[in-house]
């Protein structure tokens, strides 16, 4: 029981990545703040949690692009929790394949908001409640941020501005004691994941070949990841801020 009587806020928690953090966080004893614009999904895996433990799991339903929706939902889930131990800034979009000259200025300006501004804002609304407890931060950036992708100009850059501000936030919150880290994923199975494929004219080749680019030769679980976040999150990992985690499964590997 590595989180008992510690807290946690996921973006995104309800499907994908951030259901495997909550799922993760949730086992290992932890009371678990979901903020997630799709109720029914969200309402029904607090249900399941708080069915296995009363108490443990709380929804706010917003749309983290929506920023003072979102100050309120982290305000409104650390005053249920209690407290505020570590928060996963998660909820992401990833659209279809697309030239830049296709993508544009005004499409770029609301994928920045719900990739990008949701961190902020979110670090901004819970710094207050993790002085107390000198808790951390996990951003969910992608392997993107480092690589590129084709075609994804957009997506791209908008998980780089996560890896930036991780590190430079890094700095500004150590004198309180909290430790700020970014996670880089290469390929999750996620409904992300197969939304993407969907766009495309093979889905079930397009997933067998981004299978193929770990040198693992899979895709990472969502709860494969949300370990990774628990690690970031205890004092295992106390002398770790600022840091890019590659959780790629080797992808970025023998070019
Ligand atoms: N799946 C991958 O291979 C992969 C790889 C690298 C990085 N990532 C990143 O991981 C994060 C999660 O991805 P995923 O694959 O689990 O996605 P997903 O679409 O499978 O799940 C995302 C969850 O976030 C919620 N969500 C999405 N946009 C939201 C918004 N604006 N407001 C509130 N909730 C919102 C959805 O309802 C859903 O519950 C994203 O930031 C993504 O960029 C994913």
Wanted: charged share 20%.
């Amino acid at each position: 029981m590595r989180f008992a009587d510690k807290t946690v806020i996921v973006t995104g928690g309800a499907a994908g990545i951030g259901r495997g953090c909550v799922n993760v966080f949730h086992a290992e004893g932890a009371r678990v703040g979901i903020i997630d614009r799709d109720a029914e999904a969200a309402g029904q895996l607090a249900d399941e949690l708080n069915a296995t433990r009363a108490q443990s799991t709380f929804v706010a339903v917003c749309d983290v692009a929506e920023i003072d929706d979102l100050k309120a939902a982290v305000d409104g889930l650390a005053a249920k929790l209690g407290q505020l131990d570590c928060l996963i800034n998660n909820a992401g979009a990833h659209p279809p394949a697309t030239a830049l000259e296709d993508f544009s200025a005004e499409q770029m300006q609301h994928l920045f908001q719900v990739n990008f501004l949701s961190t902020y804002v979110g670090c901004q609304a819970a710094l207050p409640h993790l002085r107390k407890t000198k808790g951390t931060i996990v951003n969910m950036a992608s392997m993107t941020a480092v690589l590129g992708q084709h075609l994804s100009t957009a997506y791209s850059a908008t998980k780089g501005a996560q890896v930036s501000f991780t590190k430079a936030l890094a700095i500004e919150a150590a004198d309180d004691g909290i430790r700020v880290n970014a996670v880089l994923p290469s390929n999750v199975d996620t409904p992300l994941m197969h939304a993407w494929a969907n766009t495309l004219d093979d889905p079930a080749t397009a997933l067998k070949r981004v299978a193929e680019l770990q040198v693992l030769k899979r895709m990472a679980s969502p709860e494969e990841i949300g370990r990774v976040c628990l690690f970031l999150a205890t004092a295992d990992s106390s002398f770790v801020t600022g840091q890019a985690i590659e959780a790629d499964g080797g992808a970025a590997l023998d070019y």
